[in-house]
């Protein structure tokens, strides 16, 4: 177990939907990274936040927002979601977001029909 | 853009045997190159991290290389048994960079 809880587990939903996935890091650890696994694209980071603010971005679409609360947590929100969406979306965490040790979450299945 | 490739999808060796895993990269020269183990449906779990200047790194059965010049890195299980089937991720954060750019993995399947 990383500590890092990720919510929810699985997720169904249809095409031009918004989804919002959450992340919990390890206690203590100010930042947080969002990943997007799929079968085709293998592990493409998405976004990190650090303490509360836009660290790094990756191959993050317009569509794909994120945020980091006061409490460290983060959501992941999805919108007007397309077939492709389809994939597993982690979240790692790190203590300052420069450790070179992340601590992957156990993902959320997305699936968009 | 970065580029990194792990040298098979999938790889089967026999139990006992020593199993090796590749990966290369292009464009960037990392700071830093980790090694991951995912089992399915699981987050990636951190194994091994060797940095640009180190040649070789070891753990237990584990043991990563590191060539800048060619641009590589070489992932050694020793005395393989069935519980290390799984994929095995490289990462590289380059130099100044915050994120870690994953290869796609290459999937182990250890024969009894």
């Known amino acids: 177990d990383s500590g890092v809880t990720q919510t929810p587990k699985h997720l169904i939903t249809a095409t031009g939907q918004r989804v919002t996935l959450r992340c919990s890091p390890r206690s203590g650890d100010l930042s947080v990274y969002w990943y997007q696994q799929s079968l085709d694209q293998g592990l493409q980071f998405l976004i990190q936040?650090?303490?509360?603010?836009?660290?790094a971005k990756g191959n993050i679409l317009e569509r794909f927002s994120a945020q980091q609360f006061p409490d460290l947590h983060s959501e992941l929100n999805l919108s007007s979601l397309e077939l492709g969406d389809s994939a597993l979306y982690f979240c790692?965490?790190?203590?300052?977001?420069?450790?070179?040790?992340?601590?992957f979450g156990p993902g959320t299945r997305l699936l968009v029909l | 853009s970065q580029k990194i490739e792990q040298n098979s999808e999938a790889l089967n060796i026999q139990e006992g045997k020593t199993a090796t895993l590749t990966c290369n990269y292009t464009n960037y020269s990392p700071a830093y190159l980790q090694w991951y183990r995912q089992d399915p449906g699981r987050g990636p779990v951190f194994l091994l991290l060797i940095r640009e200047n180190e040649k070789e790194k070891r753990k237990e059965r584990l043991k990563v290389t590191f060539d800048t010049t060619l641009k590589q890195s070489l992932f050694h299980i020793t005395a393989s048994q069935p519980a290390d089937s799984a994929t095995y991720l490289c990462a590289l954060r380059r130099g100044g960079a915050n994120n870690l750019f994953f290869g796609t993995g290459t999937r182990l399947t250890v024969i009894p």
């Open positions: 790692a965490s790190s203590a300052y977001g420069l450790e070179e040790t992340q601590y």
């Open positions: 936040y650090y303490n509360g603010e836009e660290r």
